[in-house]
Each structure stands twice: as structure tokens, then as C-alpha cells.
């Protein structure tokens, strides 16, 4: 398996730090330093709005399980505590939402998707995997999307702990796409052959994403 490089600017890393739960965390940097940090038709907020379909499922960490299926060839369920045991890193980025904000310097710490997703062992012609959360929401992307290494399953945000409106104790951060991709109270990641759309993917949204290139709608 192979993780592709972050596609924007990188910064050296400034040594490991302690983060909210003591654990060091190595640091990546994906802010654009060649571009406008604000994509086109996006604004800039200085506030994180909430934003999501249903209720906010309220499970403490120590009962949340995160499963990998589909095409892999070792699928497993991992408990909080081995998930906490996985490296964790730590990524600063912006993100943007398809409802036109973005809110810049995000510092989001929590383990990388590519590291859970080499323990399973996705099959060769597993090209696209469905993003689970609760009540049956999903979302989908492209597998070299979801395995870039500023990808993560984050459980802090700018020093604590991930709120549960903001998806804690767990969920999906892919700075590179749009934010609808990044699933909240994440439960599975399931690798599959065909591009099958997540549920705003079948309501019209875009299957993949891009902001830079204004793939908001798939019309
Ligand atoms: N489980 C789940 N995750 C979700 C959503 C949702 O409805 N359910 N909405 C997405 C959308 S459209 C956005 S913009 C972001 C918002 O995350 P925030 O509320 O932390 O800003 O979560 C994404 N993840
Ligand atoms: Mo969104």
C-alpha cells in the first residue's frame, strides 16, 4: 500500500509535543503556502459551525469500536484502547465546508487512516471505500484519497479532546476534500471495488470532492 504525499506545502516537523492526553504526537503541516488559503467561493469564519443530518450519538469512548470490512483481506474491529495504542499525529490544515465557510489553522490530532487501513490489508482492487457513522449516514471517496497521510481518525481538536458535535470521540479528517467527506462518530470504513455514494453523494453532492476545483454538486 502506498501513502501518497500531502499535495500542498509541508513544514518540517517541530518535534514531538504533548497534546491533551499526554501522548506525543509527530506533526504535519498541510496549510498551502504556493495559493490563497481560501478556495474560490468559500468565506472565511473565525467560528466552527456544527453541522449534521440527525442526532448527536453520545457514546463514551471506552464503548466505541471501529471497524474495518469489504475487500481486505484481514477485516478487524478495533476497541478505543488499541486505537489509542496506534501512532497518533498530529495535522494542522484548513477545511472547507460545500456550504460556502472555511475556518483556517485547525490542529486536529488522532491516528492516521493509512495505519489502520495497512492492518487489514485492503485488497488490489479495492478503489473507493464508504465512510460509516451512526443511523446509517456515509460517505464515500476514492482510496488514494482516504489513505493520503494527513488523513485521520481524529479524536482532538486545537488541544482537547473532540467535542460531541464535532464528531468525538471519533471522526474521519480529510483536510484535501470538501468537509462532508470527513464523517463524524466514525464506526467503519468499508473498502469496495465500485464507487458506490455515500448520502449526500446521493443527494447530488460531488463523489469526490475537490474545493480547489469547486466540486461541490455532481451536476
Ligand atoms: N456522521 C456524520 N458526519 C458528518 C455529517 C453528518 O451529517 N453526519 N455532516 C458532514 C458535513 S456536511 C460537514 S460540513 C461536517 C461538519 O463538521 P462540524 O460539525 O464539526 O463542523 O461534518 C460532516 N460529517
Ligand atoms: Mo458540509
Known sequence: MTVEPAA?????????RGEA????????DVRPTDRVRVPPGQYQTEKWPVLHYGAIPRVPAESWT??????VERPLRLTWDELMALPQ?????????VTQWSRLDNRFVGVPVSEVARRAGPEPGAAHVLIHAPD?????????????????????HDGRPLEPEHGGPLRL?????????????????????????????????HMRGDPWREERFAW
Not at 500542498?8 to 518535534?15: A, E, I, L, N, V
Not at 446509517?136 to 482532538?156: K, Q, T
Request: charged share 25%; aromatic share 10%; hydrophobic share 35%.
Open 8 to 16: 500542498s506545502g509541508r513544514r518540517p516537523p517541530d518535534g514531538p
Open 21 to 28: 492526553s499526554g501522548q506525543a504526537a509527530e506533526r504535519l
Open 66 to 71: 471501529l471497524e474495518v470490512r469489504g475487500a
Open 89 to 97: 499525529r498530529e495535522v494542522v490544515c484548513d477545511i472547507h465546508c
Open 136 to 156: 446509517g449516514w456515509s460517505s464515500n471517496l476514492p482510496r488514494e484519497d482516504l489513505l493520503r497521510e494527513e488523513v485521520l481518525l481524529a479524536h482532538g
Open 173 to 205: 479528517v480529510v483536510p484535501h476534500l470538501y468537509f462532508w467527506k470527513s464523517a463524524k462518530w466514525v464506526t467503519a470504513l468499508e473498502f469496495v471495488t465500485e464507487a458506490s455514494p455515500g448520502f449526500w453523494e446521493r443527494n447530488g453532492y
